[in-house]
């Protein structure tokens, strides 16, 4: 039980568009729980060093980290979970005994809803993953595939980031193959899973597609856009046109901050309300671009 108001927010710069606020707001009254999730914007780094002060004086109880800092605050943080390490970036900040701990529940975000697309991701074998883009998100996708033993291929426009990446996880147990974002090489893939991890399709340059108009998607792949604004990316209308499977990155988002919101409070929130909640706000946002 929870009496004491709770202070959660987002940290980063800028942060206009967040719907973090919207589900996290969703989950503290669905659940009754007294708080708020508030913008924390931070220009530079001592103002990110201070809000992770005020958590220490126990002013703020659970913190979300976005761009520009998922990766400085790693340094920052008294420890940081093995996964985010590897990751190399933090987006969800919590304490236990006094400790900042950093972790990355994009990971666990994009595993359940892997999980929901096939069934029981680890009863799957030989699976082989199309990802488009290297950084952040592609990163999280790339880890959780990789620990289930996929073969992963890394699709950047610069093939040095894509390598960088297949280089970190070799350890791991799925295969890794670096490429580069273009036609030719695309063609060469015969991937069952697209993942679109760059940010080409996202509103307000609806228009965009990453995959190149004049080539195929490969037969039966499932195509799955991490975009959540617009809800049908390009991408996924080609997709669903071409009778392919296509999801977007709603669920992931609902997930990954359901995650974060357990890690602060213990508690699992209601991702259904919160989805719906999501759902209605996206529909919004398109009915008032239209
Ligand atoms: P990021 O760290 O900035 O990485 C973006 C990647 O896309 C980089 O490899 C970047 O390459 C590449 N890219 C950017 N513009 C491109 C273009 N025009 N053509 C080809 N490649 C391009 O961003 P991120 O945090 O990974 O986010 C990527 C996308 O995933 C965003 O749309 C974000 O909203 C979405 N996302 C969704 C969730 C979810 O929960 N659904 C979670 C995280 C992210 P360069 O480095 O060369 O620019």
């Known amino acids: ?48 060093q201070d809000y992770f002060q005020q958590m220490r004086r126990g002013l703020i109880h659970g913190l979300n980290i976005t761009i520009p800092w998922k990766i400085t605050a ?14 190399g970036a933090v987006n969800t900040v919590y304490i236990e005994k006094g400790q900042l701990i950093g972790e990355n529940t994009d990971v ?49 426009r610069r093939l040095a980031q ?13 295969k890794f193959l670096a490429i580069e974002l273009a036609q030719n090489q695309l063609a060469e893939q015969s991937p069952n899973l697209i993942i679109n991890a760059t940010p080409v399709g996202m509103a307000p340059e609806n228009e965009e597609n990453p995959w190149p108009e004049e080539l195929a998607l ?29 999801i977007n990155g709603t669920g992931m988002l609902v997930s990954q901050a359901a995650a974060a919101f357990q890690l602060w409070t213990g508690i699992q929130p209601p ?9 209605n706000a996206l529909s919004k946002i398109q009915r008032s671009s239209a």
């Open 218 to 246: 490969p037969k039966d792949a499932v195509v799955f856009d991490l975009i959540y604004n617009p809800p049908e990316t390009n991408l996924l209308a080609t997709a669903r046109a071409n009778s392919h499977r296509a």
């Open 1 to 48: 039980m929870i009496n004491s108001p709770l202070s959660l927010g987002l940290l980063g710069y800028p942060l206009d568009h967040s719907l973090s606020p919207l589900l996290h707001t969703t989950a503290l009254r669905s659940l009754n729980i007294p708080g708020e999730y508030r913008l924390f914007p931070a220009q530079d780094e001592n103002i990110l």
């Open 108 to 156: 666990q975000g994009f595993h359940e809803e892997i999980a929901e697309i096939f069934g029981s991701p680890d009863q799957i074998s030989n699976n082989k993953a199309l990802i488009l883009g290297a950084g952040g998100a592609a990163r999280a996708s790339a880890w959780s595939l990789g620990k289930m033993g996929w073969e992963v291929t890394i699709a950047a």
């Open 271 to 279: 991702r259904h309300i919160m989805a719906e909640e999501l759902n």
């Open 162 to 174: 894509a390598q960088e990446l297949t280089q970190n996880y070799s350890s791991l147990h799925g």
């Open 74 to 87: 790693i340094q920052l943080l008294d420890q940081v979970s093995d996964t985010a390490m590897k990751i």
